[in-house]
């Protein structure tokens, strides 16, 4: 397997836009994590599902922020609209599901909002 | 809540020293606990995990961890250091029945030559 795919891996976006951020998950996996990752906050954990449905989504910041999960393979965060203080990388993680199994985390969006 | 503590921000070590990573949780009964690694440009590794049973735990690249209910921590060890063990390193912990662990801060690893 590939390993979990994140793409894009640079996103560079002038305040105001929409940003789509996508993730394809690794096959056979139930559990799927959307993850930011700052100097000055460390790791948080924005939102995550199980078998495509969202469980919790406390860590998601504000409304601007969205994130779907059409089908098993795909999930989708997008930032409508755009902050500079959303510049961030974002990493998608996925798990087997089975209670404390080991996250498989993508390489991650850096996000650069000017 | 569980929390977690690396007091540490960063740490710099020569190659082929060893090492010490400290992780300090707060949780009342038996934690799940994880090291992770992050090596530059890429997303999180996990290197071990401790569940219940030994407190000493192996990983992989070498790395092991003990487990002290007493002293609230799980801290990560590795014997020598190499060069391309220079990363990024969490601690996470969690709690039974939410299945989501809480990441720390992190700790920088510095390896000099």
């Known amino acids: 397997d590939a390993g979990v795919i994140q793409s894009p891996r640079h996103e560079v976006t002038e305040m105001g836009q929409e940003v789509t951020l996508r993730c394809k998950p690794i096959?056979?996996?139930?559990?799927l994590f959307w993850y930011r990752q700052t100097m000055m906050r460390g790791l948080e954990l924005l939102i995550y599902?199980?078998?495509?449905?969202?469980?919790?989504d406390s860590g998601m910041p504000e409304d601007r922020f969205s994130a779907k999960m059409p089908n098993a393979s795909f999930s989708t965060l997008k930032i409508q609209p755009s902050e500079p203080r959303d510049s961030a990388v974002y990493f998608c993680a996925s798990s087997p599901g089975t209670g404390w199994d080991e996250q498989y985390f993508g390489p991650g969006t850096r996000l650069t909002v000017t | 809540a569980q929390s977690v503590t690396q007091p540490d921000i960063h740490i710099t070590v020569s190659e082929g020293a060893s090492l010490e990573l400290r992780c300090n949780y707060s949780y009342g009964a038996t934690p799940y606990l994880f090291w992770y690694v992050q090596s530059p440009g890429q997303g999180l590794q996990l290197l071990l995990k401790?569940?219940?049973?030994?407190?000493l735990v192996q990983g992989i690249k070498g790395f092991e961890a003990e487990f002290k209910r007493s002293q609230s921590s799980f801290n990560l060890r590795k014997p020598s250091v190499h060069w391309s063990d220079a990363a990024e390193y969490f601690c996470a912990v969690g709690e039974g029945g939410s299945y989501i662990p809480t990441f720390g801060r992190g700790t920088s690893l510095i390896v000099h030559p």
């Open positions: 096959s056979g996996h139930d559990y």
């Open positions: 599902f199980n078998n495509n449905v969202p469980i919790d």
């Open positions: 401790y569940f219940s049973g030994d407190t």
